[in-house]
């Protein structure tokens, strides 16, 4: 069984803190990354779909990173808010549409 | 951004009956979609990928004549548990395939 881990499994900051969580991934079969914010009973929020060696994406104040050949992605956010808190999701891609997902990373900010 | 939604969002039902869960992307056409699963603390977990007009493929140790899935049209899956029983309390999730995979909001499954 190929697994996609996340870690921290939980975080708790303060408001204006900056973080960074971590995906592992098999770097056999890989074709694409994908980054999920989800919110309790919302949808999943597509934040980024990274494709290539190097990557670097940017949305506002969260940016991501990937690593294909070591089979890793960091998430950061910068000057975290209160409305950051929510579980994010990693998954892999193999190409055949359907995604392996870690067990997220559940982010909580206090004000 | 695409939206794709998920009905009912919760249902509570007696072992033995079954239930219909439906996902429908409303402003694009998904001629796959796929549906998940997640038991408490895990992980997401694929079920089976449901294709426009033709049958769907189920990954390994899900049952397809208990997880019956129906993708009558471009924007409508349907995902019924027959004959459910507690073991398949769950939280079910779809996912269509647009630009990247959209998710519903889920539908959380009770079965007294």
């Known amino acids: 069984i190929l697994n ?3 870690s921290p499994q939980s975080l708790h900051v303060q408001e204006g803190d900056s973080t960074n969580f971590t995906c592992s991934f098999p770097s056999s079969n890989f074709y694409a990354l994908h980054w999920y914010r989800w919110e309790t009973a919302k949808s999943p929020e597509a934040l980024f779909v990274m494709t290539l ?3 670097e994406k940017k949305k506002g104040r969260i940016s991501a990173t990937l ?3 070591e089979g890793y992605s960091y998430l950061y956010i910068k000057g975290s808010q209160p409305e950051d808190s929510a579980t994010y999701l990693c998954a892999w ?17 206090q004000p | 951004g695409a939206v794709v939604s998920q009905h009912p969002s919760w249902v509570i039902c007696k ?3 079954s239930v219909k869960i439906e996902c429908r992307s ?3 056409q998904a001629t796959t979609m796929f549906w998940y699963r997640q038991f408490p603390k895990q992980s997401l977990m694929l079920m089976a990928t449901s294709n426009e007009g033709s049958k769907a493929t189920y990954e390994q140790g899900v049952e ?3 997880f019956l899935i129906n993708h009558a ?23 269509a395939t647009g630009e990247t995979q959209y998710f519903g909001p889920g539908t959380r499954l009770l079965v007294l």
């Open chain 2, 15 to 17: 072992s033995g009956t």
């Open chain 1, 93 to 109: 891609d193999t190409g055949r549409r359907a995604l392996t997902f870690g067990s997220g990373t559940r982010l909580q900010v």
């Open chain 2, 73 to 95: 049209s471009l924007t409508l899956s349907t995902l019924t548990v027959t004959s459910a029983h507690p073991e398949d309390s769950s939280f079910y999730i779809c996912s």
């Open chain 1, 53 to 55: 060696n190097g990557d």
């Open chain 2, 64 to 66: 397809k004549d208990k």
């Open chain 1, 67 to 69: 690593n294909t050949k």
């Open chain 1, 4 to 6: 996609v881990e996340q």
């Open chain 2, 26 to 28: 409303l402003d694009f």
